[in-house]
């Protein structure tokens, strides 16, 4: 018998010497969330794009095994190493010195060396005192601890489970705030994991009202799923039966949306243009809060060819202008904007809904410095009856958890002002003083809207 295990040592040292090079880290990117995910899912690993967030508990990674070259007993051996790729197990065998003392020898070998050698379990022909597995760190234990041992890790079948984005559903709160928190850069990075595990998290779908034509947002009781790059909207419009004004709601492309920022929103101006009137939001059932700030007219006023009689002024968003500011009731006139500045603390998402309930959107900026002139103009020098202090939301806010843009016009904040705002992090929201503070999105602070100097 010692022959044939002097044999085993001599090949597992030597294959084991040759491939004992510094693999590439592969890890979970947590352990503990992928265990609790293989308790809901329990064959995600057979899911190309969430298996790759647990690559080691998925199999994927090359094992960890015991290394060391002499030691009186497997247990006392403490270096671990990574095997250089998938292809090798961890081996112990026993062994004896020069002086023909008994040890240990722990390493990675070859998978074929192992199978070559020592069979599959329970089929061997010969004992020898060497043993192969194929865990992390089994390999501190007597070889015939491990023998019996099995070489191929276990899979679990896949298992069918409802699609998430179709339920627009995180597949677990704890797991998707743990990954964002861990991996800020989740849901643009691994969007297809995104859309399977946390596509709410993700902002990748939400449920928005859903109704053609109704006369009041509160009749609307039927939602529709959006998903991809679409959001919720109202708007009002005609109905195509008899030309009256009724209000439709539902999903549409951002980029579409993108016009209701655009234009004035005014449905019959002076030279008879048809321009959208409404608004868009990406939060579930948001659409209700955005056509509050539309009513429907059961006239609309057209000015007589024969007539010098001045017709009403027409609206923006239904929101009167003033005559001498030509800004929205309430707000005040400045550097080609109107600002309102609210008195109500409220979350981000409600001041957002604040603001474009009264015809704008949360304050952005082009420039630090234009931050700066405004913000000191009406915190120090504005008209004396605003008594402006303390923070205000903007329209900062982080996409997706990724990087930091304007919501009111989807562009990415300059370096000029992300510098104030530190690392980035999933549901931060920037207040604004005199300059941008991160904080959470569900923190109070009042509204700062903003919007355009209409012309006349």
């Given at each position: 018998m010692t022959p044939i295990v002097f044999f085993v040592s001599f090949i597992l040292l030597t294959q084991s010497a040759v491939v004992q090079t510094a693999g590439q880290t592969c890890e979970d990117i947590d352990t503990s969330i992928c265990t609790k995910l293989g308790q809901i899912y329990s064959g995600f690993c057979n899911d190309s794009c969430i298996s790759k967030l647990c690559r080691r508990s998925c199999g994927m990674c090359p094992?960890?095994?015991?290394?060391?070259?002499?030691?009186?007993?497997?247990?006392?051996?403490?270096?671990?190493?990574?095997?250089?790729?998938?292809?090798?197990?961890?081996?112990?065998?026993?062994?004896?010195?020069?002086?023909?003392?008994?040890?240990?020898?722990?390493?990675?070998?070859?998978?074929?060396?192992?199978?070559?050698?020592?069979g599959s379990p329970g089929k061997r022909d010969l004992r020898v005192d060497a043993a192969c597995c194929s865990d992390d760190q089994c390999n501190n234990r007597f070889p015939e601890e491990i023998q019996g041992s099995s070489y191929t890790t276990s899979t679990k079948e896949p298992t069918e489970t409802s699609s998430t984005i179709k339920e627009c559903q995180?597949?677990?709160?704890?797991?998707?705030?743990?990954?964002?928190?861990?991996?800020?850069?989740?849901?643009?990075?691994?969007?297809?994991?995104?859309?399977?595990?946390?596509?709410?998290?993700?902002?990748?779908?939400?449920?928005?009202?859903?109704?053609?034509?109704?006369?009041?947002?509160?009749?609307?009781?039927?939602?529709?799923?959006?998903?991809?790059?679409?959001?919720?909207?109202?708007?009002?419009?005609?109905?195509?039966?008899?030309?009256?004004?009724?209000?439709?709601?539902?999903?549409?492309?951002?980029?579409?949306?993108?016009?209701?920022?655009?234009?004035?929103?005014?449905?019959?101006?002076?030279?008879?243009?048809?321009?959208?009137?409404?608004?868009?939001?990406?939060?579930?059932?948001?659409?209700?809060?955005?056509?509050?700030?539309?009513?429907?007219q059961k006239t609309i006023p057209t000015p007589s060819p024969t007539t010098t009689t001045a017709t009403p002024r027409p609206t923006v968003n239904s929101c009167n202008l003033n005559f001498q500011s030509q800004c929205p009731t309430g707000y005040i006139a400045h550097n080609n904007f109107c600002y309102l500045f609210g008195t109500v603390s409220m979350s981000w998402n409600d001041a957002k809904n604040y603001c474009t309930s009264h015809c704008g959107s949360l304050i952005d900026f082009v420039s630090d410095n234009e931050m700066g002139h405004t913000m000191r103009y009406f915190l120090r020098y504005g008209p004396g009856h605003l008594h402006i202090d303390g923070s205000y939301w903007s329209a900062a806010t982080t996409h997706l958890g990724s990087v930091w843009v304007w919501d009111s016009t989807g562009k990415h904040l300059t370096s000029d002002f992300t510098h104030d705002l530190g690392t980035t992090r999933f549901g931060q929201c920037g207040s604004v003083h005199h300059h941008l503070e991160s904080t959470s999105c569900a923190s109070r602070f009042p509204p700062a809207c903003k919007t355009t100097i209409r012309s006349g």
């Open positions: 094992v960890k095994c015991y290394e060391c070259h002499e030691v009186d007993e497997p247990r006392l051996c403490t270096n671990v190493t990574q095997c250089p790729d998938i292809d090798h197990y961890c081996f112990a065998t026993r062994s004896f010195a020069d002086n023909f003392k008994k040890i240990y020898k722990l390493g990675c070998a070859p998978k074929s060396i192992c199978k070559e050698n020592f995180n597949i677990d709160e704890d797991i998707c705030t743990r990954i964002a928190a861990l991996y800020p850069g989740f849901c643009i990075n691994e969007s297809c994991a995104a859309a399977k595990l946390c596509p709410r998290m993700c902002r990748q779908c939400f449920r928005c009202y859903s109704c053609n034509e109704v006369d009041n947002v509160k009749d609307c009781n039927v939602t529709a799923l959006c998903q991809g790059t679409k959001q919720c909207f109202s708007m009002e419009t005609l109905s195509m039966d008899d030309l009256r004004p009724v209000i439709r709601l539902g999903c549409m492309e951002t980029k579409t949306c993108q016009r209701f920022t655009a234009s004035p929103g005014i449905i019959f101006g002076k030279r008879q243009s048809l321009q959208p009137k409404g608004g868009c939001c990406h939060s579930d059932l948001c659409n209700h809060n955005l056509a509050s700030s539309l009513t429907t």
